[in-house]
């Protein structure tokens, strides 16, 4: 009898595969309904169907494709060569020449990728000196790279590109620094908006008409009927990782409108075998961003820290923070690109000087906190579709 039923298993889930060739097909058996497949797919006779590019046995987690451009390991590779072949970049003496960027928001209008980066001061994960706008015809790069000429508007950019309710025409707002810009020209001039939501670092959508945006800790949601106006409370985020910290949202509304938030996550406490330390969180909601859930215990992590190049080349990231999707005409996840520290990898920097929030035990430098001494920069990662 026992034989009998693992082999009507295995013959159910080879009839899937042969009906259902573009999702992916994953082996678990214990699904009672979508939140247990991430709201990423959906749950059929005991088993998560996963959307592309999600796999895993929830469908929680963004299927990286192999050997990806060379120019994807650097959107902005301007100071490569000034950056140190092994070794921190910034040491108690000085700092070498390299300068940071830390990702920003990419945007296709016109048939053309633009993208929206901080360029940081020398030796500086903190400060900001300008604003980068670069231009591709491919959103893996190259960029063409100039100064948006708004001068110095901070950091931890987002941006959303929306139609006016009331002219319907085309806007484009970015949010970066603690304040909101608006224009009606991807170049710009952009102009800052009264009233940004009261929090750093917020998600922000566009949505039935309606504004949305979540802060940096991903704790609650705002809305406000229009961009100047007074933001109100619309929901509490009371979910949080089993350990650990989640920061950086990015979040969307998918094809069957349910509401999702990925995060940056990581543990103070983790400094070696940073390929596996702790990097993501995701959220989402069937219920119009109301009630949250994620799945725990242990928790899904929707993008990991290995990435592999056309080259023949891997890279195992430290820490990859500040996540933006990307999504094709369908509504399909695309790529996704992230702030990266571009030096150190799996063995971590346990032993580096300048590094903030040590660990209390041993007082060493923690994977997320590697980036503050090595070179740090703009990496966008394409998804199995």
């Not at 708004?150 to 931890?156: D, K, V, Y």
Request: proline share 6%; charged share 15%.
């Amino acid at each position: 009898m026992k034989f009998s039923y693992i082999f009507i298993g295995v013959l159910l889930r080879f009839i899937l595969f042969l009906f259902f060739p573009c999702p992916i097909i994953t082996a678990i058996t214990n699904c009672k309904n979508n939140l247990n497949c991430s709201l990423n797919g959906f749950c059929k006779n005991g088993i998560c169907i996963c959307d592309k590019p999600w796999g895993g046995s929830r469908c929680g987690v963004s299927q990286y494709k192999l050997n990806q451009p060379v120019t994807a390991r650097n959107l902005y590779p301007h100071n490569d060569s000034d950056a140190p072949k092994s070794g921190p970049c910034v040491t108690p003496s000085g700092s070498c020449p390299a300068l940071n960027t830390w990702n920003g928001p990419i945007i296709y209008t016109n048939k053309k990728y633009h993208m929206f980066n901080p360029l940081y001061k020398r030796g500086s994960l903190l400060q900001t000196q300008d604003m980068l706008h670069g231009i591709a015809t491919n959103i893996t790069g190259p960029y063409k790279w100039h100064s948006q000429n708004q001068g110095n508007m901070g950091s931890n950019p987002a941006f959303v590109l929306f139609q006016d309710v009331n002219t319907n025409v085309t806007k484009y707002s970015l949010w970066v620094g603690g304040n909101i810009y608006v224009s009606d020209d991807i170049n710009g001039y952009f102009e800052k908006i009264n009233s940004p939501p009261h929090f750093s670092n917020p998600a922000p959508i566009f949505y039935k008409g309606k504004w949305y945006a979540t802060d940096q800790t991903t704790t609650k949601i705002l809305t406000t009927d229009k961009l100047g106006g007074t933001w109100t409370h619309y929901a509490d985020i009371n979910v949080k990782l089993n350990r650990g910290v989640q920061e950086d949202p990015f979040m969307w509304v998918d094809r069957r409108a349910n509401w999702h938030i990925i995060n940056h996550a990581y543990d103070t406490n983790e400094y070696t075998h940073c390929g596996k330390s702790t990097v993501s969180a995701h959220l989402f909601s069937q219920d119009n961003g109301k009630t949250w859930f994620m799945l725990q215990n242990p928790n899904v992590e929707p993008y990991s820290h290995t990435v592999s190049y056309e080259d023949g080349t891997t890279h195992t990231y430290t820490t990859l923070e500040r996540p933006n999707c990307h999504f094709n005409e369908k509504g399909q996840m695309t790529h996704i690109n992230l702030a990266a520290d571009l030096m150190t990898q799996d063995a971590g920097c346990k032993s580096y000087a300048i590094c903030p929030a040590k660990t209390k035990i041993g007082n060493y430098c923690a994977c997320t906190n590697c980036k503050y001494a090595d070179h740090a920069g703009t990496i966008i990662i394409a998804l199995d579709v």
